[in-house]
């Protein structure tokens, strides 16, 4: 099956976008599938930095279609800006190379006016949104009200379901002392947007089943993680979309008999961004070095992220839940130098002994890692090209993240570039 979902094994920024980038060189499509521009997916390509927060990371590549699934939420001044500035790079050049579902989702100023009021509001109990707006872009989505791409492109019809938003939520921001825009206001800008995007618009679901008709292969790209979805994550400390790859059949229009594999992508350490439960989070120098040396701010936002040991516990989870076919270990460059290195390999909480992430968010705040040490190594991986390049102790540490996971380990990342890369296995061949 020509057909491979990418997915984000542990709490986002596992670096999702560099491998994106690498197998789009052998894809003919890249599709997203939720999410919004809450995701920033960094590229570094002879150097230069790429940061999409919308379109695929396939988009660095000529030959592949990037694809922006119905179960987006676009912001649609937050897409014509990133087109503008990969057209200005020589990319993007084709509109062929971008379709946009219709049936995606608008992102409005009253959502972000909402987003950023309501976290300011909860003060010390903020979750940390990044304020974009996609938490409310999909209640107004759930709730009947949203305002879809293609609705946008209707100009009387936009204009009515802007009222119908406003009518909403219009009440709400006055609440939290902020004053809605105007229907005049946001229509005259977002009039605009309908005429740049309107070249791009179209039912992608049959521009997806086309390609699977016809052989071709295909990236599902999806944004934040498995310990963020809505359902099966940390929650409430969660992003506002299912992040598993089962939502690929919603969110892009894709039949379960066309899903082929699926490859979990996780940082040889662990990463969070903004407010939750994080059981191996170390607030010490090693945090502080993971940090420095792993470049980890947001990419959207420029957060420091909070970093902690390898949490097989969670990849394991990730690893059920989306089926995972393989993991992609992620800036193993950053652990050289660190002596020892643990895994943690379950839970303690509340005298019980936890296999699994709970579900329980007080339980998941208590709960205290049970580590398992290993040697670390001091050798610089970045010319690294072959599994054997690898110091003992790297091979001993990936074998051991293999075992507690049941997943192979299928592509090695030991820098930024796309040629630090060690390959195992093709993903869409497993």
């Known amino acids: 099956m020509p057909t491979l979902i990418i997915v984000g094994a542990q709490w986002g920024d596992e670096g999702k976008g560099k491998v994106v980038d690498h197998f789009a060189a052998h894809a003919d499509m890249v599709a997203r599938y939720q999410g919004g521009n809450n995701a920033g997916h960094t590229l570094v390509v002879d150097g230069e930095r790429t940061v999409v927060h919308l379109i695929p990371a396939?988009?660095?590549?000529?030959?592949?279609?990037?694809?922006?699934?119905?179960g987006v939420v676009i912001d649609p001044s937050v897409l014509c800006e990133e087109i503008s500035g990969l057209q200005k790079r020589g990319y993007l050049g084709d509109p062929a190379q971008l379709r946009i579902d219709e049936r995606a989702h608008v992102i409005l100023?009253?959502?972000?006016?909402?987003?950023?009021?309501?976290?300011?509001?909860?003060?010390?109990?903020?979750?940390?949104?990044?304020?974009?707006?996609?938490?409310p872009c999909y209640e107004d989505k759930a709730a009947r009200r949203g305002v879809r791409m293609v609705?946008?492109?209707?100009?009387?019809?936009?204009?009515?379901?802007?009222?119908?938003?406003?009518?909403?939520?219009?009440?709400?921001?006055?609440?939290?002392?902020?004053?809605?825009?105007?229907?005049?206001?946001?229509?005259?800008?977002?009039?605009?947007?309908?005429e740049r995007l309107r070249p791009y618009v179209t039912d992608a679901t049959e521009v997806i089943a086309d390609a699977i008709a016809t052989g071709k292969r295909i990236l599902f790209e999806g944004a934040q993680a498995a310990m963020l979805d809505v359902d099966h994550g940390t929650y409430p400390f969660v992003t506002s979309s299912n992040t598993v790859?089962?939502?690929?059949?919603?969110?892009?229009?894709?039949?379960?008999?066309?899903?082929g594999r699926v490859l979990g992508i996780a940082k040889s350490y662990t990463t969070r961004?903004?407010?939750?439960?994080?059981?191996?989070?170390?607030?010490?120098?090693?945090?502080?070095?993971?940090?420095?040396?792993?470049?980890?701010?947001?990419?959207?936002?420029?957060?420091?992220?909070?970093?902690?040991?390898?949490d097989a516990v969670v990849v394991r989870q990730a690893a059920r839940l989306s089926g995972l076919s393989g993991i992609a270990l992620t800036k193993l460059d950053v652990l050289s130098g660190i002596h020892p290195l643990k895994i943690a390999t379950a839970y303690?909480?509340?005298?019980?002994?936890?296999?699994?992430?709970?579900?329980?968010?007080?339980?998941?705040?208590?709960?205290?890692?049970?580590?398992?040490?290993?040697?670390?190594?001091?050798?610089?991986?970045?010319?690294?090209?072959?599994?054997?390049?690898?110091p003992t102790a790297a091979q001993r540490y990936i074998s051991r993240i293999e075992e507690l996971t049941a997943t192979p380990v299928t592509l090695i990342s030991v820098g930024a570039e796309r040629e630090e890369t060690i390959l195992l296995r093709d993903p869409f061949l497993l």
């Open 58 to 70: 396939g988009v660095l590549h000529p030959g592949t279609t990037c694809v922006l699934g119905n």
């Open 245 to 259: 790859a089962g939502v690929v059949g919603s969110g892009a229009g894709v039949a379960p008999k066309h899903v």
């Open 348 to 390: 303690e909480s509340g005298g019980r002994r936890y296999d699994r992430v709970p579900a329980s968010v007080s339980a998941l705040a208590g709960a205290r890692p049970v580590y398992e040490e290993l040697d670390g190594w001091s050798e610089d991986l970045s010319g690294a090209r072959r599994f054997e390049d690898l």
């Open 151 to 194: 609705d946008m492109l209707d100009p009387s019809y936009f204009r009515d379901a802007v009222d119908k938003i406003l009518a909403e939520r219009g009440p709400l921001l006055k609440l939290y002392g902020e004053e809605p825009p105007s229907r005049e206001e946001i229509c005259a800008e977002y009039d605009g947007h309908a």
């Open 109 to 135: 100023p009253v959502h972000r006016l909402l987003d950023r009021a309501r976290e300011q509001s909860l003060a010390d109990r903020a979750i940390g949104t990044t304020g974009r707006g996609i938490g």
């Open 273 to 310: 961004v903004g407010a939750g439960p994080f059981p191996t989070e170390l607030e010490d120098e090693v945090g502080a070095r993971l940090r420095q040396v792993g470049g980890e701010f947001g990419a959207t936002t420029g957060r420091p992220r909070r970093c902690g040991w390898f």
